[in-house]
């Protein structure tokens, strides 16, 4: 296990009380907390570097474009992508997976395609291969799951033809918990023609990614689900498709020469950057990427399968708690969604929260998958660095108050 206790010390937010109680939480999933050493890096750049990047030779605007761009290399190494020209900032994952279905997929994709993505997908790797599918006339397949909510290859060959264009799959279920094969799953895109973009959401704040290794084409992940700033987010592509690709917004940065009919375009990345770029978020980004590295990707992916792993023994020994996704905590990440018989998640979060307990309740951007799960809406506790045994000591206590409260109601 982490030391917890010195890592909680960073995080400023988590010194406080609510409702009367030391807070405890457990909602990672949705967006991690902040350490000072992340806010202390934004603060100074708008103390002393606030400036726009690119445009100006002065001495601040020389200093932050410098920051800017060594965000965007620490990034590179991150992920190690093989150039910084497939590295390019978005508000976010979904930004990414849209600039993806907007620019490649309109261009690629025709009437009679196949996109294939999974029941598993948040919203966001499911809404833009509808529109993409409704533009173009391709037909939008899903890779069915195993009872477990886990994915087999034999499925995935079964479900990939020779007229699938795009394959599309999360990382990690923000759901499940499942860790999928992206790897396995890449190759078999490969063999098809496909390409194979890469919800990597949950993936990138647990686990130490290598976009060579796993040979995804895309891959989007977000900063303010690895102790990074809001309003931040990656896309990664390889560069020869980056290059291929058109924008998908234009006005000022993202241009190389304007003329009053046409226009022509930077070049890789910064052609799909239009706008004052998103300055403070990437020097957060890049606080924040050093902060989980100082700790270490694998301990930090070792921690929370064993956190997990606590969570569900403990868990499963209250009466009519039902667990969702791989029940193999090898196989799943630091989440557990669940629902407790007879009280509705929000009730159950509603309870938590009055003991200083945060989790998520609702359907969590899924309802196909809930639809699948047969559950309207579940709860959800997900744990990050800063969590450890005596956080899930308090949520298990906290669930048997809310069953024998909402017992001795009804």
Not at 68 to 83: D, L, M, T
Not at 166 to 192: C, D, F, Q, R, W
Not at 309 to 328: F, H, R
Request: charged share 25%; hydrophobic share 40%; net charge negative.
């Amino acid at each position: 296990m982490l030391n917890t206790k010195e890592i909680r010390s960073y995080f400023p937010i988590l010194n406080q009380e609510v409702n009367g109680h030391p807070l405890v939480y457990l909602d990672s999933g949705a967006t991690s907390q902040k350490p000072i050493q992340v806010i202390e890096a934004i603060k100074k750049y708008y103390e002393f570097d606030n400036s726009n990047v690119h445009r100006g030779v002065h001495t601040l605007g020389n200093r932050a474009t410098e920051s800017y761009e060594g965000a965007r290399e620490k990034v590179r190494e991150f992920i190690n992508a093989k150039s910084t020209k497939e590295i390019i900032f978005t508000r976010g994952t979904t930004t990414g997976i849209n600039t993806v279905a907007k620019s490649y997929g309109l261009a690629n994709v025709k009437e009679g395609d196949e996109i294939v993505i999974t029941y598993m997908e948040h919203h966001s790797n499911i809404i833009p291969w509808q529109q993409l599918a409704k533009e173009t006339g391709a037909t939008l397949k899903y890779i069915d799951l195993e009872e477990d909510g886990t994915l087999s290859l034999e499925k995935v060959r079964e479900t990939i033809t020779e007229k699938t264009k795009i394959v599309s799959v999360v990382y990690v279920s923000n759901v499940l918990g499942t860790m999928n094969p992206i790897k396995e799953i890449t190759k078999i895109a490969h063999e098809h023609g496909a390409v194979m973009v890469v919800d990597g959401a949950q993936a990138a704040p647990h686990l130490k990614l290598d976009v060579q290794d796993l040979d995804c084409d895309f891959l989007a992940f977000s900063g303010h689900k690895m102790c990074g700033p809001t309003g931040i987010g990656v896309l990664y592509g390889k560069e020869a498709l980056l290059d291929a690709m058109e924008p998908i917004e234009f006005g000022g940065e993202m241009i190389d020469f304007v003329g009053l009919q046409e226009s022509t375009w930077k070049e890789l990345p910064w052609k799909f950057e239009g706008g004052t770029p998103i300055i403070a978020g990437a020097i957060g980004l890049a606080a924040a990427i050093d902060f989980l590295e100082e700790i270490g990707l694998s301990k930090i992916e070792k921690h929370e399968h064993e956190l997990a792993a606590y969570a569900m023994d403990k868990m499963s020994t209250i009466e009519g708690l039902t667990i969702y996704g791989p029940q193999d905590p090898s196989k799943r990440a630091g989440i557990v969604t669940f629902n407790l018989d007879e009280v509705h998640p929000h009730d159950v979060a509603t309870v938590l929260d009055m003991n200083g307990i945060a989790i998520r309740a609702g359907h969590h951007c899924a309802q196909p998958l809930m639809k699948w799960l047969k559950a309207t809406a579940t709860a959800r506790a997900s744990f990050y660095v800063y969590n450890s045994e005596e956080d899930v000591d308090l949520l298990v206590a906290g669930l048997r108050t809310a069953k024998e409260y909402f017992g001795d109601v009804f």
